[in-house]
């Protein structure tokens, strides 16, 4: 499998992850990644009836902005970031009901739904107070969000091409994916392996995800955007390839989502409340059910983190040119140090994710826009979780893979220079960029802990 190959180094990922840990926890605490401004109370657009989480774990504490001038926002909030200072630069001429973002949140490039920080409806929330842990938000309103969200892996343009290469069609999908599952526990059954070893299968070799590899199989090998030199042959130039080609974008995109639903499982499982203790920690039983036992799950992870490193490395130029503004010159200094250090060190990362080899066929514009107004849907999905604090990390972790991409695949290294073009990124942007990192990392160092639990406690070496 040609993913596997170029994933291999999973020993290496993880070593300059165990790096990157201390600086992201660092970075993530610091006034101007920690605040971050959102539209936490939208609409959801899709669908009219919505449960509503009533654990008290699935509140948000929001920053009052307005709560006490002089005593809070100076303490916290820089004031050049307040609705007020916004609205004052973006509208010189603005009067009470001017709202010159209302209708302008996207922009061609834009992957995602950015909430602007001048948006009246936004509410700032201290992202440290508000940690992405078990809620118990779970039932038919999680699943149908999920289930919105894997449906967007259904692109048109792919579509017809992928029927061509004999790829699976996106009702399928999912089916795959629970035959995955299902197809995993009989065949550990059969051969007398519990499949709870599969979480040190990304290291001893056991890895054999089934359903949507399995598709990957049908829909060519040399077909993946990891760097290899055999997939040089992608941007070739037969009709075949081309078509291979299609069906390409639709696993990333694939991949992508259900990296991040892994990602979001292992932090549920990492500090899971147990209600019958009434203890906060780590659940093994809850990592190997859901991720662990579900080699591609597992890889889908790796999958967004080395997307989002690309992404970061991309950036350096732009980030040591920036102005990190948290209204203290000092902090400023501090805070592009602290992001320098966290790129030199990010970057020694195995380079294993190559935007190039995407979007690239005779119909690569269209399907540019496709996947783009597929993942925007995503984060319009947000809106639809019945759960604050998921709707939150999710909100913060799709405009973060948003931002990611955005930097992949809207802008060439010409264009990002913060002094020609200072406003490519807005603040949210970066901060939902560095956090989403933080949690996906977070995953990949929890993986390695969940393992060697797994290990004591079957008393392996
Ligand atoms: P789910 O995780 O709901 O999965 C549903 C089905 O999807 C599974 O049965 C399986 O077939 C498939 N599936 C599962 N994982 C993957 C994967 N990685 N790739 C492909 N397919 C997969 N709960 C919290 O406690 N805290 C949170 O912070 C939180 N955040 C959330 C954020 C969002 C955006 C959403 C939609 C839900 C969130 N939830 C959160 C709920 C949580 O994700 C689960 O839905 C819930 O715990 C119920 O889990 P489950 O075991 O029923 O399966």
Not at 115 to 128: F, N, P, R
Not at 321 to 341: H, I, R
């Amino acid at each position: 499998m040609q993913i596997e190959n170029s994933l291999c180094d999973y020993d290496a990922v993880e070593a300059v992850n165990l790096e990157m840990r201390g600086l992201l926890d660092n970075l993530v605490q610091q006034k101007y990644f920690k605040f971050y401004k959102l539209n936490l109370y939208g609409t959801c657009p899709f669908w009219t009836e919505n449960h509503l989480c009533m654990n008290e774990d699935c509140g948000v504490a929001v920053v009052d902005e307005f709560q006490d001038t002089t005593a809070y926002i100076l303490k916290t909030i820089p004031e050049e970031w307040t609705s007020a200072a916004l609205g004052a630069i973006s509208s010189p001429m603005g009067g009470k009901h001017f709202q010159p973002f209302q209708s302008c949140n996207l922009k061609d490039q834009d992957f995602c739904q950015v909430d602007d920080e001048a948006i009246s409806e936004g509410v700032y929330v201290d992202l440290m107070e508000n940690p992405e842990r078990f809620t118990g938000y779970s039932g038919p309103s999680a699943a149908k969000v999920w289930d919105a969200i894997y449906n967007e892996n259904c692109f048109n343009v792919a579509q017809k091409m992928q029927r061509a290469a004999g790829c699976e069609q996106c009702s399928l999908d999912r089916e795959a994916e629970d035959e995955d599952f299902a197809e995993s526990v009989q065949a550990a059954a059969m051969s007398g392996i519990s499949y709870a070893q599969n979480p040190m299968s990304l290291h001893q070799g056991h890895g054999h995800g089934h359903g949507h590899r399995e598709q990957e199989k049908k829909e060519g090998q040399n077909t993946s955007p990891f760097v290899d030199p055999a997939l040089n042959s992608l941007t070739g130039g037969s009709a075949a390839e081309k078509e291979e080609e299609m069906c390409l974008e639709k696993r990333v995109f694939y991949r992508m989502i259900s990296g991040l639903h892994a990602s979001i499982s292992i932090h549920i499982c990492d500090e899971y409340f147990n209600q019958t203790s009434g203890i906060w920690g780590p659940n093994l039983e809850c990592f190997v059910s859901r991720v662990g036992a579900h080699p591609d799950r597992l890889e889908n992870i790796f999958f967004d983190y080395s997307i989002l490193v690309r992404a970061v490395t991309k950036l350096s130029g732009y980030l040591h040119n920036y102005e990190f503004c948290t209204g203290n010159p000092e902090e400023d200094t501090k805070v592009k140090a602290m992001v320098d250090k966290l790129i030199e060190v990010s970057s020694k990362s195995p380079a294993i994710f190559d935007e190039k080899a995407m979007f690239v066929g005779p119909d690569a514009q269209a399907l540019k826009l496709e996947f783009r107004d597929h993942f925007r849907n995503i984060t319009k999905i947000m809106d639809c979780v019945g759960c604050e604090k998921c709707r939150l990390w999710g909100k913060v972790q799709t405009s973060g893979l948003g931002t990611a991409l955005k930097v992949l695949f809207s802008y060439n290294d010409e264009h990002l220079n913060p002094i020609k073009h200072p406003n490519l990124l807005q603040r949210t942007e970066i901060v939902a960029l560095f956090n989403t990192l933080n949690r996906v990392s977070e995953s990949v160092a929890s993986i390695a802990r969940f393992r060697t639990l797994y290990m004591e406690q079957h008393g392996l070496p």
